[in-house]
């Protein structure tokens, strides 16, 4: 069968490729080895992982704070079967409606595992038998696995990967989370809010170091008040076993070589991910990778291999559903003729901790070392009245803008919904905004953001009106 674009891969940089190619006129096939779309974000990613949250962060406020806004809960309890079936049934809608999308776009689905025969002919291991498809562009979408570290073999039984941890059977006692990045934190928050003990080891000297360095100090100072989590910064793990009915971590500080030894019910390997290029036949057709098995791309996200395209978590870059989404709708216009960008930089980062943190634009690290003139102001949202209305207390704004510009640089905030409010930073980083723009909008009362205005304020002169 002759196609005008395959696609291979149907997670959201694949899934959203091939319905941008058909938009656009071309016909599509997708090839997906699983037999439900929507890859790792919507299958055991970015849904199941806000399903959870979602449905624990209910009852950590039942327990904790229902009593506060007067009302009394009798026999609150757990029902953990139910939590995760809610989870299954909220990602299984989502994927009939990635099947729903496929079928209203003309877009022909192969449910086998892809495999270059040629740079232009893709064999599909099919359930019934072998299918050969070509066209004269190919897009690998194929995305990412867990990974590992030295010393850690993953039993998928107490030393598992976020994956398992979205179908526990039952709710640790001390949850081991190997890795204070993202996917460490937001599962560790899950069972922290349904009763566990959270400890986290990190090999680096702050959580979640890829932000804004004064994100991961809040983040941690919250995650240790409000549901006990204990950190361990800067140690190496060097070891995990599993003895039946306990994981034992062994681990030495980088600062001190002190060894500590640990032991819990489960330990989550969350040390990151690895692109997942397993049995596609890029050896065969020549395409270059990177020295962590990333597909290499150039200015258009095509390969060295004229025709294939790859897009995603399988190619450098931040690894975000959004980010591979951006590059789907970017690889399918360009195939049309079309000059679409990216600006890489204007795509947010968000953890989905409660409260949420999120970051766009440059960090102040990064300011500092290119000696970028910068100013700062900062807004905490305590001093707002919707949130001592809801009793989110916790956490700041941060602007950070052009020292003789004015110019915004770089948006980074810790605080209720900031997962939603961060959209206003990177429209106002996209158009060029200046920190004065975003303080003088009208931002309506009493909400979330008015604490973005009152940081923009801060940073065009020390003028916040609250503070
Ligand atoms: P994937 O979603 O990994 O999809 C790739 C697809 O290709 C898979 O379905 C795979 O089966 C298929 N495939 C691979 N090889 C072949 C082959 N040879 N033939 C056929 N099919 C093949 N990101 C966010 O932006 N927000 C979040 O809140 C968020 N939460 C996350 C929570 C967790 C627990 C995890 C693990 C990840 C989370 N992510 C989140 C990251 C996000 O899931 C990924 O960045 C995103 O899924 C990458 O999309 P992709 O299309 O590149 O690849």
Redesign the pocket.
């Known amino acids: 069968m002759n196609y005008d674009v395959i696609v291979?891969?149907?997670?959201?940089?694949?899934y959203v490729c091939a319905i941008r190619c058909a938009q656009l006129g071309f016909k599509t096939a997708i090839?997906?080895?699983?037999a439900a779309l929507?890859?790792?974000?919507l299958?055991?990613?970015?849904i199941p992982?806000?399903a959870l949250l979602d449905s624990s962060e209910h009852y950590h406020n039942a327990k904790n704070h229902f009593a506060t806004h007067g009302i009394g809960l009798d026999n609150l309890r757990i029902d953990l079967t139910q939590m995760i079936k809610r989870k299954d049934d909220v990602v299984k809608q989502t994927v009939a409606g990635i099947q729903f999308l496929m079928k209203k776009n003309k877009i022909d689905v192969y449910n086998?595992?892809?495999?270059f025969e040629t740079s232009n002919t893709l064999s599909v291991q099919t359930s019934d038998g072998q299918k050969v498809i070509q066209a004269p562009r190919i897009v690998i979408?194929?995305?990412?696995k867990?990974a590992s570290i030295p010393g850690v073999t993953i039993d998928k039984k107490r030393i598992i990967t976020?994956?398992e941890a979205?179908n526990l059977t039952e709710i640790p006692k001390h949850l081991l989370v190997i890795g204070g990045g993202?996917?460490g934190l937001?599962?560790g928050s899950v069972y922290a809010r349904l009763g566990a003990k959270v400890t986290v080891i990190e090999y680096l000297d702050a959580i979640i170091a890829g932000m804004d360095r004064e994100l991961g100090k809040e983040t941690k100072k919250v995650l240790e008040k409000q549901l006990g989590f204990s950190f361990y910064l800067s140690h190496e793990v060097k070891q995990v076993q599993n003895n039946g009915d306990a994981v034992v971590l062994q681990a030495v500080s980088r600062e001190t070589g002190n060894a500590i030894e640990l032991s819990g019910d489960y330990c989550i390997v969350s040390t990151g991910?690895k692109p997942?290029t397993?049995?596609?036949g890029l050896e065969k057709i020549g395409v270059n990778l990177d020295k962590r098995g990333r597909v290499i791309v150039d200015e258009h996200l095509q390969t060295n291999v004229a025709g294939v395209y790859a897009?995603?978590?399988?190619i450098p870059g931040m690894?975000?559903?959004?980010?591979?989404s951006e590059e789907g709708v970017f690889v399918a216009e360009h195939f049309a003729g079309q000059h679409p960008h990216i600006n890489y930089r204007n795509i947010p980062a968000?953890v989905?901790t409660w409260p949420e943190v999120s970051g766009v634009g440059y960090t102040e690290e990064e300011l500092k070392e290119t000696g970028t003139p910068y100013k700062k102001g900062s807004f905490p949202f305590r001093a707002l009245g919707r949130s001592r209305a809801s009793m989110d207390l916790d956490g700041f704004v941060k602007i950070l803008a052009h020292q003789h510009t004015d110019e915004l640089l770089g948006v980074h905030i810790i605080g209720p919904r900031s997962a939603d409010i961060i959209a206003e930073a990177v429209v106002a980083l996209e158009f060029r905004a200046s920190a004065e723009d975003l303080a003088i909008f009208s931002h309506a009362h009493p909400t979330f953001t008015e604490a973005v205005k009152e940081a923009a304020l801060a940073a065009t002169g020390n003028r916040p009106i609250h503070l």
């Open positions: 291979v891969g149907s997670g959201p940089g694949g090839v997906e080895r699983y929507g890859g790792t974000c299958n055991v990613g970015c992982s806000k086998g595992h892809g495999t979408a194929t995305g990412s867990p976020s994956t979205l993202v996917i937001e599962m991910r997942y397993e049995n596609l897009i995603g978590d399988v690894m975000l559903a959004h980010k591979a968000v989905y």
